[in-house]
């Protein structure tokens, strides 16, 4: 099953995340099909860039975002229902 989930990047205490298309089997910080967005909570406000029409075009394919990719989805503004 392809997902949509967040990939740790950056170093101790400085997490750095790139959100990902991936295949469920991949480990989490592995192999990825496709980058789709990045977010950044060490910055004040919280850096999040995500490619709306990407991760609409992956969702129409079949990709099941996790439950935090989700979340900072939406919080992007990005409405996944009219998919």
Do not use: H, Q
């Not at 089997?25 to 967005?37: A, L, N, Q, S, T």
């Not at 909570?41 to 989700?70: C, F, H, Q, S």
Request: glycine share 6%; no cysteine; net charge positive.
């Amino acid at each position: 099953m392809v997902k949509i989930r967040l990939r740790r990047d950056g170093s101790k205490k400085a997490p750095y995340y790139t959100m990902v298309v991936a295949d469920s089997r991949y480990p989490m910080d592995g192999r990825f099909i496709e980058k789709v967005g990045t977010y950044n909570p060490m910055t004040e406000p919280k850096a999040l860039n995500l490619d709306a029409d990407k991760i609409k075009e992956w969702v129409k394919k079949g990709a099941k975002p996790t439950d935090t990719a989700k979340a900072l989805i939406e919080k992007a503004g990005i409405d996944l229902k009219e998919v």
